[in-house]
């Protein structure tokens, strides 16, 4: 069993600022570990009573707070399965679904957007919505051409309602640490902030989407919905079928999830080579398995421009972490501003620190699990003083690609995916190879 409950224990115990409510049971809680009842089973306690206030929360609210919920939602897989269980179904909500606009407010954006006579776009369209995401609502139509087309909504004042939500979640930093000890949210929500406002510009979706749809045009392993028309807070694209990657997760044969893993996997390696973007929104409501077996992406609105494919350092960096060199790990950390300056780190700890999370990428075939990102998990949340992580910084440049890395990471542990994904690093990421 993992041991993140009893460390939520300690944390818990300093968390002043906790809601009313919450301490109280909280204090009820631990006060009960003295009538017999174990420290894991309190910390268990402690850490589905939070899950379940968080989850409502978040399950209440639009925008930021539904960004939030995506990205959460992904790293359920690294709580013990008695926390995570109960939950996931709330969590898998969260990454497609929210309360629907009235149809009088979704035809006013279309026109403002659009025209007056934005009817005459479309041969028909669903006032009924699709599927609801953090800043708007997709509604399936035929454009006038016949073509089936998802268009994507704004919702009115979204960019109120996202700091509105980021102000609530900041308040809710600590409860969130209960769950995920040591994490730290406020560069995450931070993060959030900068890729959420630039979600809002569809302009900007729209561009990006189309240098992915041209860069993977005919494709055999993958589909891009080209872009079809874009105006102020309304984006039109071809609609794709395909199963959700959260089915294929809960429902999903071996052979699927691992194919899906495979295709997921390439995807996030190839696209800054193919087209000078990386997907920062690889949560799984973005990801479709298509019935030819190719793997359908929608979604561009969070990406990372890397203009001739990843940072040659990255994948030097991923390469020395397979080798296993104390000595060369040390100095690649150093040399990529990772160990910050005037620190001692001991290569030996750091190498042995790294050695698990370099398994996907060191190995022919690795096969991805619940249980292995929980290890890993509670290695890097650790708070322990001789913890190596305590000393390590995360350079503004790797943030977005770190941010991408670990939520793929997240979903391929979801599906349990086994494949050669060593061989997609070899293919696509510079630097990995070596000379």
């Known amino acids: 069993m993992s041991d993140l409950p009893l460390r939520a224990v300690t944390r818990t115990a300093?968390?002043?600022?906790?809601?009313?409510?919450?301490?109280?049971?909280?204090?009820?809680?631990?006060?009960?570990?003295?009538?017999?009842?174990?420290?894991?089973?309190?910390?268990?306690?402690?850490?589905?009573?939070?899950?379940?206030?968080?989850?409502?929360?978040?399950?209440?609210?639009?925008?930021?707070?539904?960004?939030?919920?995506?990205?959460?939602?992904?790293?359920?897989?690294?709580?013990?399965?008695?926390?995570?269980?109960?939950?996931?179904?709330?969590?898998?909500?969260?990454?497609?679904?929210?309360?629907?606009?009235?149809?009088?407010?979704?035809?006013?954006?279309?026109?403002?957007?659009?025209?007056?006579?934005?009817?005459?776009?479309?041969?028909?369209?669903?006032?009924?919505?699709?599927?609801?995401a953090s800043i708007g609502q997709v509604h399936k139509a035929v454009w006038k051409d016949g073509r089936e087309v998802a268009v994507k909504v704004q919702y009115p004042g979204a960019g109120k309602a996202l700091i509105s939500d980021f102000n609530q979640l900041s308040r809710m930093g600590k409860l969130v640490g209960v769950l995920f000890p040591g994490a730290d949210m406020k560069t995450i929500l931070e993060e959030l902030k900068d890729r959420v406002r630039e979600e809002l510009d569809y302009t900007v979706e729209a561009a990006s989407q189309q240098a992915f749809a041209e860069a993977y045009r005919d494709d055999p392993d993958f589909l891009v919905p080209e872009v079809v028309?874009?105006?102020?807070?309304?984006?039109?694209?071809?609609?794709?079928?395909?199963?959700?990657?959260?089915?294929?997760?809960?429902?999903?044969?071996?052979?699927?999830?691992?194919?899906?893993?495979?295709?997921?996997?390439?995807?996030?390696?190839?696209a800054p080579t193919r087209c000078g973007h990386l997907h920062a929104d690889p949560h799984p409501g973005n990801f479709r398995l298509m019935e030819d077996g190719r793997l359908g992406v929608i979604d561009f609105g969070a990406v990372d421009r890397l203009?001739?494919?990843?940072?040659?350092?990255?994948?030097?960096?991923?390469?020395?972490?397979?080798?296993?060199?104390?000595?060369?790990?040390?100095?690649?950390?150093?040399?990529?501003g990772i160990i910050r300056e005037g620190v001692d780190v001991d290569g030996e700890q750091l190498a042995a620190f790294i050695?698990?999370?370099?398994?996907?990428?060191?190995?022919?075939?690795?096969?991805?699990?619940?249980?292995?990102?929980?290890?890993?998990?509670?290695?890097?949340?650790?708070?322990?003083?001789?913890?190596?992580?305590?000393?390590?910084n995360l350079p503004k440049d790797y943030v977005l690609v770190h941010r991408t890395v670990g939520l793929g990471t997240g979903v391929l542990c979801q599906l349990e995916a086994e494949g050669p994904f060593r061989g997609e690093a070899l293919a696509w990421v510079k630097g990995f190879a070596g000379e």
């Open 229 to 270: 028309a874009q105006s102020g807070t309304v984006l039109v694209t071809e609609w794709i079928y395909g199963t959700p990657l959260s089915k294929i997760i809960t429902d999903g044969t071996k052979k699927e999830r691992d194919r899906a893993g495979l295709l997921f996997a390439r995807f996030l390696f190839s």
């Open 355 to 392: 050695e698990p999370m370099a398994l996907p990428l060191k190995s022919e075939t690795f096969q991805f699990s619940r249980e292995w990102l929980r290890d890993q998990a509670a290695r890097v949340t650790d708070l322990r003083p001789d913890n190596v992580v305590r000393y390590l």
């Open 14 to 132: 300093k968390l002043a600022s906790l809601p009313l409510g919450f301490a109280g049971r909280t204090a009820l809680g631990i006060g009960k570990k003295t009538f017999g009842r174990s420290a894991e089973a309190v910390a268990t306690q402690i850490q589905a009573r939070t899950a379940e206030q968080l989850f409502k929360v978040l399950g209440e609210l639009k925008g930021g707070a539904m960004k939030f919920g995506q990205v959460m939602s992904i790293f359920e897989a690294a709580l013990p399965p008695e926390i995570a269980g109960p939950y996931r179904a709330t969590l898998t909500r969260l990454q497609e679904a929210a309360p629907p606009m009235p149809v009088t407010t979704v035809h006013k954006v279309l026109a403002e957007s659009l025209g007056p006579d934005w009817q005459e776009e479309f041969q028909s369209f669903d006032d009924r919505p699709a599927a609801a």
């Open 307 to 336: 203009e001739g494919g990843f940072q040659e350092g990255i994948g030097a960096l991923m390469r020395i972490g397979t080798l296993g060199d104390p000595d060369m790990i040390v100095k690649a950390c150093r040399a990529e």
